[in-house]
């Protein structure tokens, strides 16, 4: 059973980051929550899920120089790449944006192939492939005059979450051979707090949060988006569990599967008919989940 331990965590994760996935952004757009709140809110998300992390671990808490250096390398490449994607989240849609930043498994894969000498069986092989085919149709957009999507500023800003999430899912699998999980994930979630200044000032209007909090029922939708963005912190958390029991070569591909869940969500909140090349995607992706846990 243990070494399947990774499997049940990482499809925690595919399934919390999906629905995080499609609602964060729907909120966004509903409730006009500006991105600099929404990643302040997801900052203060994994400070419960850290004191979950401490407990499991009774308390224990690397912070020598070696383990403070990863854990920061960790977590400011994921926090990083979270306040770029809130920008992309500005500009253009979930069901656009997310697939196309999970191509991120291919950064991991190859890190991993190179540094970490990792490799994966025949199914797990065909597993990957399928895995990035599908990662592959679900990002495809037809477009047209009424598309979402203008400009190019969001395709810069995927590409950067898609290698600095490629990075640290490299780091997260390296870190995890010197470091247990919970103390990558505090070391995550300071990370995030630490960047929350930053986030404010990303912004154009540096008072828009200011503003935001300001005003006359705001409790409501900041409580709605924090339960929202908690979802994340427990993917991330038991994403570095699953980098600790699995291949780096196998969790980041299914990692990458997550997508499918935020497309099925966000085609059906806005209902919208899955073109072809999405289902094709979805059963590409339900095979190489299949695939990868052989």
């Known amino acids: 059973m243990k070494d399947k331990l990774w499997l049940l965590f990482i499809l925690i994760t595919v399934v919390t980051w999906g629905v995080w996935g499609a609602f964060s952004d729907l909120q966004m757009d509903k409730d006009g929550i ?5 990643y302040i809110l997801w900052a203060l998300t994994m400070i419960p899920c850290a004191i979950v992390a401490l407990i499991i671990n009774k308390g224990k808490f690397l912070h020598d120089g ?3 250096l990863l854990g920061c390398t960790v977590g400011l490449l994921g926090a990083g790449g979270q306040l770029v994607l809130f920008k992309a989240l500005a500009i253009g849609p979930a069901y ?14 190859t890190l991993a192939a190179i540094f970490l000498k990792e490799k994966a069986n025949k199914w797990q092989i065909a597993g990957i492939i399928v895995a990035l085919i599908a990662i592959l149709l679900l990002s495809i957009q037809t477009g047209g005059d009424d598309s979402p999507v203008s400009g190019w500023l969001w395709i810069v800003l995927a590409v950067l979450v898609l290698f600095a999430w490629g990075i640290q899912g490299f780091f997260m699998k390296f870190a995890n051979n010197s470091m247990d999980a919970e103390s990558i994930f505090v070391w995550m979630a300071i990370s995030g707090l630490v960047l929350i200044p930053v986030a404010w000032f990303m912004d154009s209007n540096p008072m828009t949060a200011a503003e935001f909090f300001a005003q006359d029922g705001v409790l ?6 924090f339960g929202i963005q908690i979802l ?3 993917g991330a958390l038991t994403l570095v569990y699953a980098y600790r029991y699995g291949k780096a070569v196998i969790v980041s591909p299914m990692e990458g599967l997550s997508p499918m869940v935020t497309v099925l969500l966000s085609l059906i909140i ?3 008919i899955p073109t072809p090349l999405q289902i094709a995607g979805i059963c590409c992706a339900a095979f190489a989940m299949y695939a990868l846990s052989k």
């Open 220 to 225: 409501v939708p900041s409580l709605t988006c």
């Open 66 to 68: 070696k383990s403070a």
């Open 34 to 38: 500006p991105e600099t709140v929404v």
């Open 270 to 272: 806005l209902s919208v």
């Open 232 to 234: 994340n912190a427990i």
């Open 96 to 109: 656009i944006i997310f697939p196309f930043i999970s191509m991120s498994p291919v950064v991991v894969i």
